[in-house]
């Protein structure tokens, strides 16, 4: 599974300390690049970055969802269980409230507000949203 935060503008020094100390008190560590957790179960990596704009996926764009040219991108790749999945959906929300960005799952194309519900891609975001992802655990007691 991989998931994105992203921002149409460049996170602060501060935000960017926000986010390091939310994954270390989600304990995360640090290994060179990117944050691994180190709970048991979870096989999640996140890696900050800050200059996604000089990657070709998000300048020649194969999503429709994505409105914008991302500033600044926290990838999430979750490897295997199911537990390390939802955990990645539950990280994805937090972190986009921290750095007020959008969520993205390359998967099945799907945009996500920082609250987990889906934008509307041609009148079939709620549908497309229910296909192959947990958000909708997450936000349907809501």
């Keep these: 599974m991989h998931l994105s935060v992203v921002t149409p503008r460049k996170i602060s020094p501060d935000v ?3 986010i390091r100390d939310y994954l ?9 690049d990117c944050f691994v957790s180190t709970r048991e179960g979870h ?3 996140i890696t900050i970055d ?5 990657d070709l996926c998000w300048t020649y764009p194969t999503s429709e969802v994505i ?4 500033m600044t991108e926290i990838i999430i790749e ?3 269980t199911a537990a390390s999945h939802m955990a990645g959906y539950d990280i994805a929300l937090h972190l986009a409230g921290i750095a007020q960005g959008i969520i993205y799952d390359h998967l099945v194309d799907v945009a996500y507000n920082r609250e987990g519900k889906p934008f509307e891609r041609y009148g079939l975001g709620e549908n497309l949203a229910q296909y192959g992802t ?5 936000t349907e007691d809501e």
Excluded at 50 to 54: F, G, I
Excluded at 67 to 70: D, G, K, Q, V
Excluded at 134 to 138: D, K, V
């Design 16 to 18: 960017h300390a926000d």
């Design 24 to 32: 270390i008190q989600q304990q995360f560590r640090k290994d060179g």
């Design 43 to 45: 096989c999640l990596e």
């Design 50 to 54: 800050m200059e996604p704009e000089n």
């Design 67 to 70: 409105w914008f040219i991302p």
């Design 78 to 80: 979750s490897k295997g």
């Design 134 to 138: 947990g958000m909708n655990r997450l």
